[in-house]
């Protein structure tokens, strides 16, 4: 098994060029973080990663496995094994959230049964404390932000992909379903799995403990670091790493 590369990614939305070269490589087994100012890209890059139509690689390629995922759908992307938590979850009246789970489960896993989901969604339901009842619920309708986020959790732990992007699910939680949200991570790391968690904030990596931190600035990776740079960059803000810092 190999790894999530992303080689000189350029990426514009709406005729704006908003990501200029990002390079980043995500081997199984490894926790990389991704923090940067408001706007940078984080979230395009996401969106880039999971085909989101609106995204447009202008250059450059992302590779799983060795091979480019570019040309293909979203669902392709997911049934390879790559998981996207968004920063803002889709609300989708109608569709009950059981269901949606059955659907996604059985495109990652053709020959489970219903039992064997039944079985892995309530672990999985216990694991990010929330209760049954929520898979009568319509998708996100009316769930709070935390509530939200413990959904997408919930998405990963059951679909189980070997490469996952957080976009911010740390944001909006309270500091039981942190450490609950952080512990459901962590019951996910081993040797097959890789993960990039966007965040703006310290307190999720001191649970999750990041291999490698990035910070994304203007749309290129300014700078990598341990996981001490968080800390680094919360006495020091962004702004020596803007570019018109560095060119002074
Ligand atoms: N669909 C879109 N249409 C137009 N502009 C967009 C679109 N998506 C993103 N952008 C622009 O691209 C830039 C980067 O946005 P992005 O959401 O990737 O930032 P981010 O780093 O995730 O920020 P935040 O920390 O606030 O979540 C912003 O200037 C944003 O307005
Ligand atoms: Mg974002």
Redesign the pocket.
């Known amino acids: 098994m190999s790894a999530l590369v992303i080689k000189d990614l350029h990426v514009s ?2 005729g ?1 060029q ?1 990501l200029k070269g990002v390079d980043l490589t995500i081997n199984p087994g490894e926790v990389h973080a991704l923090m ?1 100012p ?7 890059l996401s969106c880039a990663i999971a085909g989101n139509p ?1 995204y447009v690689i202008e250059k450059g390629d992302i590779l799983l496995d060795g091979k480019s995922i570019l040309k293909m759908t979203p669902d392709e992307r997911a049934k390879a094994g790559l998981f996207l938590a968004f ?1 803002h979850p889709l609300e989708i009246p109608g569709v009950n959230l059981g269901s949606f789970l059955f659907t996604l489960f059985k495109q990652r896993f053709p020959k489970a049964t219903h039992v064997t989901f039944q079985r892995e969604v309530n672990e999985a339901l216990k694991q990010v404390g929330l209760p049954q009842g929520f898979l009568e619920r319509s998708l996100n309708v009316g769930l709070s932000g935390g509530e939200k986020k413990r959904v997408e959790i919930l998405q990963l732990l059951l679909l189980k992909p070997s490469f996952a992007v957080l976009d ?1 699910t740390d944001s909006g939680l309270d500091i039981d379903s942190l450490q609950a949200v952080s512990k459901a991570v962590n019951s996910m790391k081993s040797d097959r799995f890789g993960v990039l968690v966007i965040t ?1 904030y310290n307190r999720i990596l001191e649970y999750i403990r990041p291999d490698h931190v990035h910070v ?1 600035i203007e749309g290129k990776v300014a700078m990598s670091g341990d996981a001490g740079l968080p800390k680094a960059l919360e006495c020091k803000g962004y702004s020596w790493l803007k570019p018109e810092a560095v060119d002074a």
Do not use: P, R
């Open positions: 939305c709406s704006k908003i940067g408001n706007g940078s890209g984080k979230s395009t609106n920063q911010e703006h994304l």
